[in-house]
């Protein structure tokens, strides 16, 4: 239903061109709307040098520009705007003095726990990937059982909610038309490059094929959090899997 509502929120998550040969240097992104390249604030970077180096290597890849969406979770990371704020303008100024000409802004990647509902009824702003987009994601351990709630609170909001890395919740594994019905609530979905890489498993990168393949997938992103995942996006191997994976199209064009 929510589908059918929100179609003119929706877009075409690949180019109209056809394929192109591979070509060892091709990444899918140029602008990253998922990573955890702030520093000091949540799981990804610890200081700003460290931050530095990691948008180096976005750079090397191909990355123009992120959206760094450092977690806010309940019990974990309370962030806020302020926080993330803060974050930002330190990341910015750094790479202002070290004439690095890369564009980093910030939003926050929401667990959908108590602490968001509170966060959301109460009429705070929330931080967005662009317009009314919100980046989010579920629990790990649990699957939710009242994700119908979910979607439509945020979307009486007036939000969009965008999925973090569904392919990751193992839950769904053994139901791929889960994914089908995550959309169908309202859900963009947003996969992980490492997924499509086997970072975090067979089971998950299958999943991800899936999420792609059907075209469910919205948005992908790095979910950077340190040297070794930028290691791992730039080996020869995961270069060709990420090539026939979206066939050899670019995504996250409408950023």
Same mark, same amino acid.
């Given at each position: ?14 180019? !109209? ?19 955890? @390249? ?9 200081? /700003? /040098? ?16 992120? @959206? ?11 962030? /806020? ?23 980093? /802004? ?7 726990? =108590? ?23 579920? !629990? ?81 992103? =790095? ?13 020869? =191997? ?18």
């Amino acid at each position: 239903m929510f589908s059918e509502l929100y179609k003119p929120y929706m877009f075409n998550l690949f180019s !109209s061109k056809p394929a192109t040969p591979f070509l060892p240097n091709y990444f899918p992104i140029a602008v990253d709307m998922h990573s955890h @390249i702030l520093p000091g604030i949540d799981d990804g970077s610890p200081d /700003t /040098t460290t931050s530095v180096q990691l948008i180096k290597g976005l750079m090397a890849l191909g990355i123009t520009r992120s @959206i760094a969406t450092p977690h806010i979770i309940g019990d974990m990371y309370r962030n /806020t705007p302020a926080t993330i704020g803060a974050a930002l303008l330190q990341l910015q100024q750094a790479l202002a003095e070290q004439n690095i000409n890369f564009g980093v /802004t910030a939003a926050a990647e929401y667990m959908l726990d =108590t602490n968001f509902f509170e966060i959301l009824q109460s009429g705070q702003k929330l931080l967005t990937i662009k317009e009314n987009h919100v980046l989010t994601e579920f !629990s790990y351990a649990v699957m939710p059982e009242n994700r119908e709630q979910m979607a439509f609170l945020m979307i009486n909001e007036g939000y969009t909610p965008i999925l973090a890395h569904p392919e990751r919740y193992s839950y769904y594994h053994n139901n791929y038309n889960q994914y089908h019905a995550l959309a169908d609530l309202g859900f963009k979905l947003q996969v992980n490059l490492l997924s499509i890489c086997g970072h975090y498993g067979k089971e998950t990168e299958r999943a991800a094929q899936f999420i792609v393949k059907q075209g469910l997938a919205s948005f992908a992103g =790095t979910d950077l959090h340190h040297e070794r995942h930028l290691q791992i996006l730039t080996d020869k =191997t995961s270069i060709k899997k990420l090539a026939i994976a979206f066939d050899s199209g670019m995504v996250n064009e409408w950023l």
